[in-house]
C-alpha cells in the first residue's frame, strides 16, 4: 500500500485527536465538567429556513438524480448572481464548480493549478490540512511568516518566497486559527508582491479561502479579493455560515480574470479526485437559502466574553475581529505545555505547533455561551499556575 | 495549470456528452420523439422510507454536524452488521469508511493502495472512469481481455498480465457496461489466479465494486467476494439501489483479510483527496433504511422487453443478469458507427469504444417502461437500415 497515505490516516489530525479525548472526558466527568475549545464545528443550529427549505425538498423524490458534475445549472447561477450584487463583481455562473465543502475546494484548486515539484505559499500559522492538500498535489507546502504583532502576513517575507517554482499562494481571512480579518490595505499589498512576482516568474495564482467569509464582528468587513488581483480562485464553504459543516457543500469560483483553461483544470482534479458532483439536496438547498446565516451573534457574544476576560487575567491574545477563534500566547512561550496545563483543567485547546508556529494555542469559542462562561475560572487559574511557578522560581 | 488536469475537464467522459446532447434533442423535438439510453440514472424514485426517514432526520438541527472522518461509529456499525447478516461474514464496523459515493470509493482505494508506477488491472470493457482514477493514484491502467462469448474474464489474459507492479485487479459484478453478473465458479478462479500470482509477487488486492450489487433478474445471485479471496477491498453505493446518485453516499469495507494499514492508507487517503466525511444527513439515512431497494421490477421488465425485442430483429446481444445495461454487438462491427446510426433516430446509446472494447454499444434501460416500448420501431429500423445497406453492396 501507500506508506505516505497510511501515515497520514494512522496519525490523524491534532485537532481531531484533541477532540476525540474531550469526548472521553466527557463521557468520565460529565458533560458540564469539561470545556472543549477544540474544534471548528459550528454550535448554533442553522437557519430556520434551512430545515423548512429542506422538508420542503426531501418530498420532490426527483431530486436526488446526478446533477452535473460542476453543480446545476440553477444553482451555479443563483450563487454568481448573489456574488454580483453583494460584491459589485461580474462573475460568471459558468465558472462556478460546486464541490463537497471547503476541504474538496482546495483538494481540487490545487490540483487543478499544480505539476509535480511546484511550490505553494501559505501564511503561518495556517490550517493544517493546507499542507496535506498541497502535497497530495504533488507540490511544497512553502510558510511564509506572519507579522507577530498583527497576525497579518509579513510581506517582505512572501516577496523573498515567491520563486519560479511558485505556483500559487493561499489566504485565509477571517483565518483560522488566529481569527484575524485581513485589512483592505494588506489584500492590495499581497495583490502587489504577486502582481511584481508574476510579471518576473509568471502567473503566481491566489486562492482565497473563504469558508468564515460572513463571521466577522464589530463592524469588520472581508474585502472582495478577485477585485484586487485578478488570478484568483476563491474556496467557499457553507459549512460555517449555515451551521451544516458534516454536509458539504461549497464551491470554486474561478474568477473573471483566470483563463477558461483553469476552469477546466477544475472541473479534470474534480473527476480525478472522484468527485462525480456535489451532494444534489444540499445543492438546490444553497441556491434556495444563499445569503442567509446561522444566528452569528452567540459567536460574537463568547468572543467578547472571552476576550475581555483572559486579557484580564493577564493572557496576551491576538485582536481578531472574524471566524470563531481566538489566538492566545502562551504564558510559558510553549504550546504544547500550554496545551497540557490545560488540558489538566479540563480545558481543551489546540497548541500552535501544528498549525506551524510555536508559542500559542487556538481557542474555538463555536460554543454555548454557557461553556465559555463555565470555563472562566479555569482559564483564571491555569495563568495563575504560570505566575504561582514563577513565583517559586525566582 | 496542470495539462493533465485540463485535459481531463475539457474532453468530459463520453458518456455525459451523449447524455447532454440528447438533452438538446429532447428541448428540439420534444421528450417523447428522443430514447436516452446513455446515462445510469436510475429512473425509479426512491423507496417511499428514503423520503419518509428524510422528512424526519431534517428536523434535527443537530443532525449537520461533522462526523468522524470514517463515518458516524452507529452508521459504521448498522452497515457492518447488516453485511454480517446478509453475507454470513465477520466485517466489523472498525472497518468501514463512509465515502461520498462509489467514484469517491475508488478513488480513495486506489490512492491508498498504489504507488507511482504501480499497475492495477480492470476487465475490458470497463467503466471508463477506472481509467482516470488509476492514472490519478500515479498507477497504469491494464486492461484484461473479456471471454467474447459471456463477457466474463478470460482468466489466462488475467495471468499474463500480473506482474511484480501490479498492486490490484479490479472487478464489477454485476457489470457496467455488459450487465453480467460474474458466476461463483469466475470468482473462484480469479481469487485463486490472484493468489497464485500473490505468492510469486506479493500481495495483489481484489477492488470488488458493487454499485449495482442488489440489482440482478431472473435468480441471479451476486457472490460475497472476501469470501472467496481475502485481500478484497469492496467499494459500495447506495446511488443504485436506492435510486440517490447526486447525494453521493457510499463505503468501503476493507474486509477482514486485509490488514490494519490498508484501512489507514484509505484513511489518509480519503484525507488527502479532501473527503472530510460523507454527507452527515445520508449517512444517518442509510443506516435507516439499509438492506431496502427501490422498486427494481421496473428495470426487470425493461430489460425482458428490451432483450426479447433486440433479439427478435437479429440483434447480438450479452446474455446479462445484473446492473440496468443491455450490451449490444453493433451490426456493422463498428461502435462509433452504430452510435452516429442510432443517433439519426433519436436513439442515445454510448458506443463501447469509451469502455476499452471496440465493436459494441451499451445501452441503459434505466429509463420508463414507456420510453422502451415506443423506441422499439427505432431500433428495427435501425437494424434494418444494415440489411438494405448490405442489400445494396452485395
Redesign the interface.
Known amino acids: 500500500?501507500?506508506?505516505?497515505?497510511?501515515?497520514?490516516?494512522?496519525n490523524?489530525?491534532v485537532i481531531?485527536e484533541i477532540f476525540?479525548y474531550a469526548k472521553i472526558r466527557k463521557s468520565q466527568v460529565g458533560e458540564d465538567g469539561v470545556y472543549d475549545f477544540s474544534?471548528g464545528?459550528?454550535s448554533v443550529?442553522?437557519p430556520v429556513a434551512v430545515?423548512e427549505t429542506?422538508?420542503e425538498l426531501?418530498?420532490d423524490?426527483?431530486?436526488?438524480?446526478?446533477?452535473?458534475?460542476a453543480g446545476d445549472p440553477s444553482v451555479r447561477r443563483a450563487i454568481a448572481e448573489y456574488i454580483n450584487a453583494e460584491y459589485g463583481a461580474d462573475e460568471r455562473a459558468e465558472r462556478i464548480y460546486m464541490t463537497?465543502?471547503a476541504?474538496?475546494?482546495?483538494?481540487?484548486t490545487l490540483?487543478?493549478?499544480?505539476?509535480e515539484g511546484d511550490e505553494v505559499i501559505v501564511f503561518a500559522p495556517y490550517f493544517p490540512?493546507y499542507a496535506?492538500?498541497i502535497?497530495?498535489a504533488g507540490a511544497k507546502c512553502v510558510a511564509a511568516k506572519p507579522d507577530l504583532k498583527t497576525f497579518e502576513p509579513d510581506l517582505d517575507d512572501l516577496r523573498a518566497k515567491i520563486t519560479g517554482k511558485t505556483r500559487a499562494v493561499i489566504i485565509n481571512s477571517p483565518n483560522n486559527p488566529t481569527g484575524v480579518v485581513y485589512s483592505e490595505k494588506t489584500i492590495r499589498a499581497i495583490a502587489s508582491v504577486l502582481r511584481e512576482r508574476s510579471a518576473e516568474y509568471g502567473d503566481v495564482y491566489l486562492i482565497s479561502d473563504e469558508p468564515y467569509r460572513e463571521l466577522v464582528y464589530d463592524g469588520a468587513k472581508t474585502v472582495y479579493v478577485p477585485a484586487y488581483y485578478d488570478k484568483t480562485v476563491v474556496c467557499y464553504s457553507f459549512s460555517k455560515s449555515l451551521?451544516?459543516?458534516?454536509?458539504?457543500i461549497g464551491y470554486i469560483d474561478v474568477t473573471s480574470g483566470c483563463s477558461d483553461?483553469?476552469?477546466?483544470?477544475?472541473?479534470?482534479?474534480?473527476?480525478?479526485?472522484?468527485?462525480?458532483?456535489?451532494?444534489?439536496?444540499?445543492q438546490f438547498l444553497a441556491a434556495r437559502v444563499i445569503g442567509m446565516t446561522s444566528d452569528l451573534s452567540v459567536y460574537e457574544r463568547n468572543r467578547r466574553a472571552l476576550y475581555a476576560a483572559l486579557t484580564g487575567y493577564g493572557y496576551e491574545v491576538a485582536e481578531s475581529k472574524g471566524a470563531f477563534y481566538l489566538f492566545v500566547k502562551s504564558p510559558s512561550g510553549d504550546a504544547r505545555e500550554f496545551y497540557e496545563r490545560a488540558k489538566k483543567h479540563d480545558v481543551f485547546i489546540v497548541p500552535s505547533d501544528s498549525f506551524g508556529l510555536g508559542g500559542y494555542a487556538r481557542v474555538a469559542y463555536c460554543v454555548s455561551e454557557k461553556q465559555v462562561a463555565d470555563s472562566l475560572p479555569a482559564f483564571r487559574k491555569i495563568i495563575e499556575e504560570y505566575g504561582e511557578r514563577n513565583g517559586r522560581t525566582q
Open positions: 500500500m501507500n506508506e505516505t497515505m497510511k501515515q497520514r490516516g494512522a490523524a489530525s481531531r476525540e474544534i464545528n459550528p443550529p442553522p430545515t429542506l422538508k426531501v418530498c423524490e426527483k431530486i436526488h438524480g446526478y446533477t452535473a458534475s463537497c465543502g476541504a474538496a475546494s482546495l483538494a481540487i490540483r487543478a493549478l499544480c505539476n490540512e496535506v492538500f502535497e497530495a451551521s451544516l459543516p458534516g454536509e458539504r483553461d483553469v476552469f477546466y483544470a477544475v472541473c479534470g482534479a474534480g473527476r480525478s479526485l472522484g468527485y462525480v458532483c456535489a451532494p444534489a439536496l444540499f
